[in-house]
């Protein structure tokens, strides 16, 4: 069955079953290629007739993932230059008042899309809510910084999709003033940033950040730097002429070498804050799209009325050290080398060590490096928000004999209720009754900023998600202490 809904660009159909009508593939801002390409996003010409939105729309050029990765991530790709678009399910396009999310995914800024079986927005329809999720340029299409383009594509390409929301979701049964944005990874960071850029305010009311916060941007030299790098790698001009002359898969490639330079060879000298983290494409501070990194704006009080639930998984970096077997080549001497690295004091790795006295010190170097890349930023966006809520994930997958634990994007089945779409990372038989947990409390908190338990600024209260959910007081408390005065 075909629902047919207006937007202010034209008529789309839908298919409607089981009491969920999807609408896939709508486009929200105009091809970004030929001369549009590396410049803002641009208005969708509008289209006569019904529009079928019955097929997920093409997807941003990305590398995808390599091996072992490419085996627990699915990878969906889709051709075509009509890239800025987005789904949309809805439990039935004539209501009203309907609470909204926009999913924005991750991928590193480089990979992922909105078409991914895990993404399906059908459990948030099920259950009252319009789900959105947006495709966006990735990596040099949409990040790559250069004298004479627009700064954070990417970003301004989901401010877009925002706007789109805000003036097209009420035909779809939303409530334009009742959106909660939320993202896992890159795509959490890119809320972040969201939080903090002023052409995003008044686009949404909450913000969910999964396995990502406002700490991770680069600066603009650093970013110039790298775009110098890819014009070099790629024998072009570092201009938007130079790299507009480049076929998209091209650029690809040449991302993906740089990618593999910084993290075979990270030199500080060349790769500035990149070393500690080996992204190569992220949201840049140019000062204008966004004016200061994100954790700083936040902390000065953008977008302070915006309620906020933010968190991450116990065994974060697992992820990706397990799979590849970098993790049993780690040695002691490794773990104090990046405590040093992250200004540590003495005595943290011994402090590490004993909150796990057996683990081996490739998992302490998990530990740290989960820490430093997603609990601790989690923690202080908490702080500087002042009214948020924080979440720890800790279910342990079977996957790789239970080695990976809770890992790095783990938890999104059970967030959008798709176990059995997350089955290669959530193994044969994940527990429902979790999903239906965090589920709910996501649903709740879209629903009134609430989504179960107290504020973090209450007693660091931590909401776990595991084999049992409860709230704690600040875990692992003595290890957050560690990073006091340090980002």
Known sequence: MHSVVKTLSGEVRGNATSGVTAFLGIPYAAAPFGPLRFREPAPVEPWEGVRDALEHGPTAPAPGYPAPFSDLLPVVRVPGEEILNLNVWTPDPAASGLPVMVWIHGGAFVNGSNSIPVYDGSAFARDGVVLVSVNYRLGAEGFLHLPDAPANRGLLDQVAALRWVRDNIAAFGGDPDAVTVFGESAGGMSVGALLAMPSARGLFRRAILQSGAAHHALSAATASKVAGYLAEEVGVEPTVAGFAGAEPARLVAGQQALSAQSATRPDPGRWGEITLNSMVFEPVVDGEVLPALPIEAIAAGASADVDVLVGSNRDEHRFFLVPTGAADQVTEAAVALVAGAY???????????????????????????????????????????GRAHVYEFDWVTPVLDGRLGSCHALEIGFVFDTLAAASDLGGGDPPQELADAMHAAWVAFARTGDPGWPPYAQDRAVRRFGDVVETRTDPRGGLRELWDGIR
């Open 343 to 385: 200004r540590l004091p003495a005595g943290a790795v011994d402090a590490y060590r004993a909150e796990r006295p057996d683990s081996p010190p490739g998992l302490v170097l998990a530990d740290l490096m989960g820490d430093w890349f997603f609990r601790i930023p989690a923690v202080r966006l908490a702080e500087a928000n």
